[in-house]
């Protein structure tokens, strides 16, 4: 199950480890995140800074790998974390850090980026960036959205450009194919009579009532309102509510610089990169690891699809005021976890304070 930095440490990942095998096992994790290469005892009682001999730290590593937090690839090979030794790492980063601010400039580039999918495809990147993984946001459920405004705009034959914004900026668009044309003048004066109408209406509940006027007035004698209606109705049947989600660097998975006996299998990739081209079993996924206010990290085998268990996710949700989101990175269990937290933790604030500004 994913561990929360809302809710409180149950030191369940590291019962039995007193304060040297966890600051041990902490620099291995770090030097084995670096390098990507098992670590020896030799580097880590050179390096760790922990003032133990290498014998010490060879019977440390040993009941360390007894109690499953790393093992040994080869016999003549340094120790990795496994991914108990991710979780037990992961979960004193969490019980420890402070949260620490964005630069003004990344929270001042969300406030410049204008509506909300812009802001949350400028969030999508911004993660990718920090954490050389994949970066992702989910919009808030739109359930709730109401109609600001709707547009008709002419395009090639009798083909017509439906464009919604719905409250927080939310922007949709389709196009639809008109029985017969209709000018530009008369589409202006159709968005015109559904604007003045139906602004302010939850977007679901404006089809349904076009629907509904259709049906009432099957013998409509104004042969453009009855264009208008049924170009309404088309144009909004699949703009129904939905969680936009905005997915940047998933290149990144194929490029992961890993030692050849960590590489993730093609296979798996393959699942994983169909899941963000479907986008909803993906949305389903990340939103179902959300428990609480706070990051939640879920790593390699904690994952109920096997299909994952290669992969670590660190996710968080954010508030527009209304609804709630969901955004964060996915990578592979060697991640930089200290980094990736921060961010996804400092990038949910910086959302939260930005599309709250006009709550």
């Not at 096992?25 to 050179?46: H, I, K, M, Y």
């Not at 264009?227 to 998975?253: C, D, K, Y």
């Amino acid at each position: 199950m994913p561990r929360s930095s809302g809710s409180p440490r149950d030191g369940g990942s590291s019962a039995g480890l007193d304060v040297r095998l966890r600051g041990l096992l902490a620099a291995l994790v770090r030097q084995f995140v670096d390098c990507g290469e098992p670590v020896s005892s030799l580097w880590l009682s050179t390096h760790a800074g922990l003032s133990l001999s290498s014998a010490t730290i060879r019977n440390m590593l040993v009941r360390l790998e007894e109690l499953g937090y790393v093992h040994q690839p080869h016999t003549s090979a340094g120790r990795v974390p496994t991914d108990l030794g991710y979780r037990c790492y992961v979960d004193m980063l969490l019980g420890s850090r402070r949260r620490v601010r964005l630069p003004a400039d990344v929270e001042e580039r969300l406030r410049d980026a204008g509506t909300v999918d812009e802001i949350l495809a400028s969030v999508s990147h911004e993660l990718s960036r920090v954490s050389n993984h994949v970066g992702f946001a989910v919009a808030p459920a739109n359930e709730a959205s109401t109609l600001e405004h709707i547009e008709f705009v002419v395009l090639e034959g009798q083909r017509v450009l439906v464009v919604v914004i719905s409250t927080g900026g939310q922007i949709a668009h389709k196009v639809v194919e008109l029985d017969e044309p209709m000018s530009a003048t008369e589409l202006a004066e159709a968005a015109n009579a559904l604007n003045v109408e139906y602004r302010g209406w939850p977007i679901a509940g404006i089809r349904a009532a076009v629907l509904e006027r259709l049906v009432e007035e099957r013998t409509l004698y104004d042969a453009v309102l009855a264009r208008t209606l049924r170009l309404a109705s088309s144009g909004l049947a699949e703009l129904a509510p939905h969680n936009p989600i905005f997915v940047h660097g998933a290149s990144s998975l194929l490029t992961e610089e890993t030692a050849p006996d960590y590489q993730i299998p093609l296979e798996t990739l393959g699942t994983l990169l169909a899941m963000i081209e479907e986008k909803d079993r993906l949305i389903r996924l990340l939103t179902g690891y959300i428990e609480g206010p706070g990051v939640a990290v879920v790593i390699g085998h904690e994952h109920v699809n096997p299909h994952l268990q290669h992969f670590s996710v660190v996710v968080s949700s954010f508030s527009d005021g209304a609804s709630h989101g969901t955004i964060g990175v996915i990578g592979p269990t060697r991640m930089r976890y200290s980094r990736t937290i921060a961010a996804v933790d400092g990038v949910s604030q910086a959302i939260s304070r930005v599309l709250g500004r006009d709550a």
